[in-house]
């Protein structure tokens, strides 16, 4: 594996193209393909009410977390659709946009934290045209704006658990923090930032903590000041539903797990990949960002068949441990030709051995005898 810290304009333009294949896949005719999914009109109905100075949803008003909805997602909206109008086109086109600059940070991520260039631009083009991340980067869900704020609280911790500078924690609390006033969805990344972060450096703990809550803290403060009836009975309802039997989510869990693995090869594959992640630091840190979300999530949630979206911060990850995979596969494939190569060179006599010329010797001898 080669590991090196210059950027190169070789290196500059590979990424590049993979940036515009990415576009591509996410972009052309996106307004028509895929066909229209019911949460996007539920986005564009908030977005028009929000740019009339309302907070409603058909004839819901006061608090959209009953639909679990958070504000930041439309809040990016808000100017985009000022300037070109509420549309289908509009919401795809700054989902399949935030699909491109996912790409462009998983391999940031990867290039900036272990220095190994061909993994970075590997996992890049993996995450370009992986088919369910290109599908779902093409609707207009709010979880594609989860991905790069997780990218980028992923980064931001790797490198604070490298060298310990407190910048980098301040851009990963701050990234998660806009992921929870984003989609509730990114609760469940939360302990697990909370865990590293304590085996790292737990008297970090209380002013990252706060800075992790601050935005949603306001949100909420807001919320309960103006509809405080509202926002506490959509957050108890939203919460009623995740509160299954011990069993059921054992059960649950048990098949999220065997219908995504045997269903989605990427999924299986990236898996995998993960345990030849280097270092192992890195390698556990990445483990620890799939697999702990998943349990909190799959043992509440249907994540395959039409639920599959809440899967689509994942898809990155999976990116990952696919291009780990490859990497290590290419080189089980050259060790053994090298190997190989050496063997046969090793043997070639040459003219200077001594069992040659003890041969020649013997062949000699006769013939000037007669």
Known sequence: MEYSEKFN?????ILFCILLLAAYLRLANVAENPGWYTDEATHLDILRHRLAGETQYLAVTQSLLLFSRLPLFTAVLVPIASLFGVSMTMLRIVTGCLGVLSVGLLYGTVRSGLGDRALALLSALLLAIYPAAVLYSRFGFSYNLLVPLLLLTLWGLWQYWENGRSAWLFLSAICLGLGLV????????????????????????????L??????????AFSLITVPEAFLFDWQFVFSRLSPGLSQQIGLLAENGVTLLSQNTWLALGLLGFFFLRPAAWRNMVLAFVLVP???????????????????????????????????????????????????????PTSSSPMLRSMRTRTVEPLLDS
């Open 182 to 209: 984003t989609d509730l969805l990114a609760i469940v990344f939360i302990p697990v930032w909370l865990g590293v972060l304590a085996w790292r450096n737990w008297r970090a703990l209380w002013w990252s903590g």
């Open 294 to 348: 998943f349990v909190i999530l799959g043992r509440t949630t249907p994540l395959f068949s039409l639920s599959f979206y809440y899967m689509i911060p994942f898809l990155p990850f999976a990116a990952l441990g696919v291009a780990s995979l490859m990497m290590v596969l290419v080189r089980r494939i050259q060790r053994p030709s090298r190997s190989t190569s050496t063997i046969s060179t090793n043997r070639q």
């Open 9 to 13: 304009r070789k290196e500059a333009i």
């Open 211 to 220: 800075l992790l809550l601050l935005l949603f803290g306001l949100y909420a």
